[in-house]
């Protein structure tokens, strides 16, 4: 990767000199200075990676994106969005990482304020390698069983946790389980924070079959019966991680383009 100033921004030479965010930044940063980069940042792509086509950069603003539950996300038939819930987590996050990275795709990390306080440096590995992050509430919680009062409590406590690993609050949030209550709607469209669900998951959690090839055959399967999407996936996970290698070339060998998410800063 080549970084060169262009009056206020920096620009790099991999996609045609694509406008680099805060991320990006820092990286180049890192790059004239002779510190490590991430491992998708220090190596060119292989020919046969999976990669990333492109970049959609969203509004800072309440909306609700993924089929599940609401409308879809202006994606073109074959692309997809990969998204990971409930991390960061010690024990996966290196093989998470490694897999991504060796294909050369970048996804969103949902992550929970919980475990991004008890490992914020996690937090940052995960954005340092080009990934986006947002939140999945405090505690993971299910939420219809509290009280509205309690809900908001969650959604605080995460945000605060958020902002003191990122230093900004997060762009987007994914609801525990996918429950949405109107407590925490009308929260997050007062603070003009996105509400992002899916339009498939590999239903890798108890007590559904985690074996490799359920995983692989049950993306397939999906991805053959939507045309494309966001996928749920979960890095906290054992078996997620050890079968992600074979989860991205199950996304490239069938043809299907990664579309990375980002939002606009403040």
Not at 184 to 191: H, M, Q, T, V
Request: with cysteine; charged share 20%; proline share 6%.
């Amino acid at each position: 990767m080549i970084c060169r100033p262009t009056g206020s921004s920096w620009m790099f030479s991999n996609d045609g000199g694509t406008l680099m965010k805060t991320w990006q930044k820092m990286l180049c940063l890192l790059a004239a200075t002779g510190a490590a980069l991430p491992l998708a940042a220090t190596a060119a792509c292989a020919p046969d990676a999976l990669g990333t086509s492109r970049t959609m950069t969203l509004k800072r603003e309440y909306a609700r994106y993924g089929q599940v539950q609401y409308g879809a996300l202006p994606l073109q038939k074959g692309e997809v969005v990969l998204t990971f819930d409930d991390g960061p987590e010690p024990a996966t996050l290196d093989r998470v990482l490694q897999a991504l990275a060796s294909q050369c795709a970048r996804a969103t990390f949902f992550m929970t304020g919980a475990n991004l306080a008890k490992h914020p440096e996690l937090g940052r590995r995960v954005a340092a390698a080009g990934h986006s992050t947002a939140l999945h509430s405090f505690a993971h919680p299910v939420l219809k069983s509290m009280t509205p009062a309690t809900q908001l409590a969650d959604l605080d406590q995460g945000v605060q946790a958020y902002m003191a690993v990122f230093g900004t609050a997060p762009a987007a949030y994914r609801f525990p389980f996918l429950e949405e209550t109107p407590a925490i709607l009308a929260a997050l469209e007062e603070r003009k924070i996105t509400v992002a669900s899916i339009d498939l998951g590999i239903d890798d959690y108890q007590p559904n079959d985690q074996s490799t090839g359920a995983l692989v055959g049950r993306l397939a399967q999906r991805l053959k019966a939507n045309g494309g999407g966001i996928i749920l996936m979960h890095d906290a996970n054992g078996p997620t991680a050890d079968a992600l290698p074979l989860l991205l070339k199950t996304i490239r060998d069938n043809g299907y383009k990664v579309v990375h998410l980002q939002w606009e800063d403040h």
